[in-house]
């Protein structure tokens, strides 16, 4: 099982930037899509971003649209997200996720998780 | 972006079963499978325990199954356990946005 761990979070003032990597254990990163999704403070999960096995295709939340970037490098087995125009209801707690794949099959539902980077946006 | 509904909140004994709903709309979980479920214990990574509707990952205790019916997908802990409590949402995936959206989430206490 691929493990994740996500890094680059931190304080950063509103209209700020900061990008956020997800590091696998594994070259099997290559294989799965990914997501970030995040979690602001007492609130429920929120997906953010999704990109390809590729990187060729991604996908984004209205909410981040035109903000935020998704990409990734297979040779470093890790996954970015480039926040920038970062706003106070962006302050969460950031996890990057592989989709689940069975056997030949990929399924939209997340399946390993990291722990999570927090960012706070705030002046 | 579409929105699903869960209840706030729901509680059992020990042994007892529960479900939690998820109710979109015909334009997402009424039309395709794609409603996954996670457990999600404060502190610690979120863990899914539910695809495709029914599908249950291996690792995942037989006591979770999942279930559609119309725009409502369900979640059936039987055998509730003291470890069972934690945060549930449901997720779907809605192929015409492109889009994911999670339920709001449902905090299960275990009396």
């Known amino acids: 099982e691929v493990q994740l761990v996500e890094s680059g979070g931190g304080l950063v003032q509103p209209g700020g930037s900061l990008r956020l990597s997800c590091e696998a254990s594994?070259?099997?990163?290559?294989?799965?899509?990914m997501s970030w999704v995040r979690q602001a403070p007492g609130k429920g999960l929120e997906w953010v971003s999704a990109i390809s096995t590729s990187g060729g295709s991604t996908y984004y939340a209205d909410s981040v649209k035109g903000r935020f970037t998704i990409s990734r490098d297979n040779s470093k087995n890790t996954l970015y997200l480039e926040m920038n125009s970062l706003r106070a209801e962006d302050t969460a707690l950031y996890y990057c996720?592989?989709?689940?794949?069975?056997?030949?099959?990929?399924?939209?539902?997340?399946?390993?998780w990291g722990q999570g980077t927090m960012v706070t946006v705030s002046s | 972006q579409s929105a699903l509904t869960q209840p706030a909140s729901v509680s059992g004994s020990p042994g007892q079963s529960i479900t939690i709903s998820c109710t979109g709309t015909s334009s997402d979980v009424g039309n395709y499978d794609y409603v996954s479920w996670y457990q999600h214990h404060p502190g610690k990574a979120p863990k899914l325990m539910i695809y495709?509707?029914?599908k249950r990952p291996s690792g995942v205790s037989n006591r979770f199954s999942g279930s559609k019916s119309g725009n409502t997908a369900s979640l059936t802990i039987s055998g509730l356990q003291a470890e069972d409590e934690a945060d549930y949402y449901c997720s779907t995936y809605i192929p015409s946005t492109t889009l994911y959206v999670f339920g709001p989430g449902t905090k299960v206490t275990v009396l």
């Open positions: 495709d509707v029914r």
């Open positions: 594994k070259s099997t990163f290559r294989s799965f899509a």
């Open positions: 996720a592989n989709y689940f794949c069975g056997g030949v099959t990929c399924s939209e539902a997340f399946d390993t």
